[in-house]
């Protein structure tokens, strides 16, 4: 019961925390459409709210100003029926469950039947056939991570969304995963929106890439990727791969430098 | 039977819901009457753990004396932290044994008790010592120390005052109820109950002094049958007939103590009592309970002037009472 | 393993000398006279114990699902209505056993009763905070994922909080296991028909020392068994114990939480006792006792009498939980210094905890004196052991890269001890010692019951017998209420110690 990939627009959003003359502004007022099938690199600085942009399209957090629609759903709605999915920073799992338990757990929290046959083919394509029984304290850091996100794909979201997926493992494994996962939910065209500080990842992952500025975020810049599919490991040597990369780099100064002013962007 | 009595008085709560029940059956089954003579159920709050102190009462139990009264008698046992007034206040049983100074106390708090019987016509309470440093009359006691409870200073004010002694020569050591502290040499004498510290020693061989307060103008009764005005008023016929049946218990103890000993121990089994212990206990127990008053009378007796030293005895242990806490009139019928 | 073996064997040995030496004092029976006691009245003894047992177990059962219900509903309800019932349920804690047990069983009258809830209630709110840390403690991630699939609190509750909370329901459970079995025993003192805590005192009693410390080994054996028992039930379920039991108290809720805890706690107070219709003779109603302590022609002479009482318990209670304390974080501090100490250590602090309070405390009298040295010392040996093992804990948490920097540069033991694992050892330290304070409480008074005659303890179990309720629930009030005090002072100076030391302790 795949869903079909949803549209995803943001109208003034914006997040600021306290009040007064205290408050502090982690995202400006941002207007923004993610097409549907498409997946979307935010970068920035660490610390630049591309974290909390993320959550306030899962819903996650409440934003202080402006709406989400995910295909012209509230994120609540979506998520009480399943439609999103989130791969957290650390893989999240529970260390009480094992890798097969961590993945239906996403049927049950979805109120979905169990199903055992999706629950072992995902764990398979993610890698991990032979671990089903396994503690997360058993597994390396990479696998955890292809656990999670097997967790993430369980229930055949239309969104997912990725919080700095794979940003606590090492550089090697964290090129494999680029390479491998990806596919297996951008052959569904699941429309996905990625945070991420890596701009080779960004790239490498994405049809789109949005730069933000340090603290409160604004996009900055804009760049849409056009690399065919599937992305391959020898591509990160290529010209059109770096010039990319060399592109958003440019962005990312810039916006520091441009952090002040704000820059609506499309 | 004491299958019998736990079905009937059940566990907790389920007990209270259950005794509530048989609260009001009981005295609809028993007017109903003929010949099979219906049970009402009440209960004896006893002031202590089972033992050959309530020997009277097992064998009123054992031998069915309160069956022939239509009473279904179940002996609740106190304990050193056990309340023996307050279930008689509030009903669940329908006479407790207490003592003269006890109630008293609970008197003075509202508690609307009369005194009905006197198991003790003396007075148990003892000072004991070892014979190397002995104390035989009160007028050994200055200079001595005394290990005691806090709570009992008035008790040996008294006795001194009975006895025209200073009670600033006497050094006290606030001691809990053990007879340790004697045998450790951190006190010389005890105030106690002659029937239980000393009997202890001597069944561990070491034989004490033991100095009774009664015969030194200690008046005092003690093992008191105490029940409210309302169930004297509104339950006369059982209170009578309990006592009736105590009474015939302890006149069938006097005459064998061999069998109320051999039945004490075993009707309760998971008491853990030691058969010399109780023995000895009940040995000394039975001479305190037995005076001329009961000789004449009968079990439990009192008089107007045994009621009158006692209120001398309170007095000087701050309790001013009048001679309505004591009742002797359904003891009358009982013996009548 | 052989090393434990040595160390017992030598510990009993030492034993059966003292029991010699004092032979004739009828004080301490060697474990020769032990054991022959206990084979000989196995059947008896056996018995009692499944009667005690089974009281305990139905206790801990009870109190911990209380504690779990209460709990559920801390977790679930604002911060506020927590605070709430936090409070309401440490003040149950603080109430003395030997004030308790007497109106328990007015309350419920004859049989089991009074055993079972005075042992439910010595374990409730240690579980009760043991599983409200756990139930809190999961990381915020978890929490967002249950969130994510658009579910609510309740799907956390059962989802995540409930099984991460485990680690901290088995650690609370092995401090409730030996309060359940303490609670017990001391509630047949109440007047149970059967039970270890008779035999007990009758062996007190009729100085029978191969009985009392038959009844002491057993006991002492109960409460080790049980201890390992979960221990090995929490590493079946891969729930280790985790390092804080009762984490530092969250941030002050303003006045308004002990407003309401105060005037609930009067509610429900003087609610239950209308309701049950019990006889103002001895349930005595929040009216009566401000009577008593203040309105009352005699009220200045029972302030007096009170305050007397709660001077003599104070004197020795402070005194005996600041050793404890001290003897607890000393010795973990040895055993740190010293490792090999610990198989030396351990056993006999296992032991000297596991052994009920009401059989030790006459020979801890006897064999210190009279004076306040015997009672000091009881307090501190039941606190010691808990401090101990919180504050061993806590320092073997000292995080691996500050202990290998202190390696790099060749610092010696002590000023690894000084300087990183005493900080690290702060956050457990402080939280033993605040559960320690209603310890510290049942210890002093408990002995002053059993024991001296003196105090608060002796107090109250006097004013039980002679009818003086109004002085009975004061003192049971005021006892309560100094150790809630006690216990609030001790959580200001934690977050003012942890805030400099350990502030990501803070919530």
Known sequence: ?????????????????????????????????????????????????????????????????GSVGIGGQPPLAVRRRGGLSVAFQEAALLPWRTVEGNVALALRLARRPADPAAVAGLIRLVGLEGFERRRPAELSGGMRQRAAIARCLVTAPGLLLLDEPFGSVDELTR????????????????????????????????????????????????????????????????TRFLDLVDEIAAGLSEGGAAADRPLAAQ | MRVNRRGVLGFGMGGLALRGLMGGLGPALALSGGAARAQTAVALQLSWLHSVQFAGSYLAQARGYWREEGLEVSLQPGGPNAPVEPP?????????????????????????????????????????????????????LPGKRIGMALANMPVLKALCALNGIDAAGIEV?????????????????????????????????????????????????????????????????ELVGLLRGEARGWQACRADPDAALALTLESHPDAGLEAAVQALQLDRQLPLMVSDLTEAHGFGWFTDETVAANIRTLALLGREVSPDLWDRSLLEEAHG | MSGRLLVGLLLLLLWEMAARTLAGTHLLAGPVDVAGWLFQHRGLVGRALAVTAGEAALGLLL??????????????????????????????????????????????????????????????????????????AAPPVWLDLVRSYGRGRLSELWHVRARGALPYVMAGLQIAAPAAFLGALVGEFTG????????????????????????????????????????????????????ILAAAPGRLEGPLPVLAALALGLFLWAGAMEAAGLSPFFAKRPWDVWAFLFTD???????????????????????????????????????????????????????????????????????????????????????FFPTLVACLQGMRQTPR?????????????????????????????????????????????????????????????VTASTSAYGMLWSATLVIALAACLAWGALGLLERAVLSRTAAEQLA
């Not at chain 1, 400006?28 to 690199?41: E, S, W």
Request: aromatic fraction near 4%; hydrophobic fraction near 55%; charged fraction near 15%.
């Open chain 1, 1 to 65: 019961m795949a869903e079909a990939p949803p549209e995803v627009t943001c109208q003034g959003l914006a997040r600021t925390y306290g009040a007064g003359p205290d408050a502090v502004e982690a995202v400006r007022p941002l207007t923004l459409t993610f097409a549907a099938g498409q997946t979307t690199a935010l970068v920035g600085p660490s610390g630049c709210g591309k974290s909390t942009l993320l959550r306030m399209i899962a819903g996650l957090e409440e934003p202080s100003a």
């Open chain 1, 175 to 238: 090129l494999r995963l680029n390479l491998d996962l990806p596919r297996l939910w951008q052959e569904r065209g699941t429309t996905t929106i990625l945070v991420t500080h890596s701009v080779s990842e960004a790239v490498l992952l994405s049809d789109r890439v949005l730069v933000l500025s340090p603290r409160p975020a604004a996009v900055v810049a804009d760049i849409p990727v056009r690399l065919p599919r599937p992305r391959r490991a020898a591509m990160v040597r290529e």
């Open chain 3, 63 to 136: 109190g911990t699902l209380a504690a779990v219900l209460l709990a559920a509903l801390a977790v679930l309800a604002p911060r506020r209505v927590a605070a709430v019932i936090s409070l309401l349920m440490l003040f149950l804690f603080c109430l003395p056993l030997v004030a308790t047990g007497p109106l328990l069983r007015v309350l419920w009258g004859p049989g089991l009763g009074p055993q079972v809830t005075l042992a439910a209630l010595a374990v409730t709110f240690t579980s009760y905070l043991a599983l409200l840390v756990g139930l809190r």
């Open chain 3, 192 to 243: 149970a028909e059967r039970g270890l805590g008779l035999l007990v005192i009758r062996a007190l009693r009729e100085l029978d020392a191969p009985a009392t410390w038959g009844l002491a080994t057993v006991a002492a054996g109960v409460t080790v068994a049980a201890h390992a028992a979960i221990a090995a039930v929490g590493r079946r379920l891969q729930a280790e114990p985790p390092l």
């Open chain 3, 401 to 461: 890269a500050v202990l290998d920097l202190f390696e790099s540069h060749a610092a010696g033991r002590g000023a690894r001890l000084l300087h990183a694992q005493l900080p690290a050892m702060l956050p457990a330290f402080f939280a033993s010692a605040r559960m320690a304070v209603p310890a510290a409480i049942l210890a002093a008074t408990t002995a002053e019951w059993l024991a001296t005659g003196t105090g608060l303890g002796a107090l109250m179990a």
């Open chain 3, 297 to 383: 022609p005699e009220a200045m002479a029972h302030r007096a009498e009170l305050a007397l009482a709660l001077a003599q318990t104070l004197r020795v209670a402070v005194p005996g939980y600041l050793a404890g304390l001290l003897a607890g974080a000393g010795l973990a501090a040895l055993v740190i210094l010293a490792p090999r100490a610990e198989a030396a250590v351990l056993p006999v602090a296992v032991a000297l905890r596991a052994i009920p309070i009401v059989t030790t405390a006459p020979l801890l009298v006897l064999a210190l004196g009279r004076g306040p040295a015997g009672t000091v010392t009881i307090v501190a040996v039941m606190i």
């Open chain 2, 88 to 140: 008689v206040v509030s009903g669940q049983a329908l006479v407790g044994i207490s003592a003269a100074d006890y109630t008293a106390a609970a008197v003075a708090q509202g508690a609307p008790f009369r005194i009905l019987a006197v198991a003790m016509q003396k007075n148990p309470f003892a000072i004991a010592s070892l014979p190397a440093n002995p104390v035989r009359t009160p007028a050994d």
């Open chain 2, 173 to 237: 050591v606030p001691t809990q109820y053990d007879a340790a502290p004697l045998l450790a040499g951190q006190v010389d004498c005890l105030l106690c109950w002659a029937t239980d510290l000393p009997v202890a020693m001597a069944v561990r061989g070491i034989e004490a002094v033991t100095m009774l307060m009664a015969d030194h103008g200690y008046a005092l009764h003690s093992q008191t049958y105490i029940a409210t005005d309302e169930a004297i008023a509104s339950r006369r016929a």
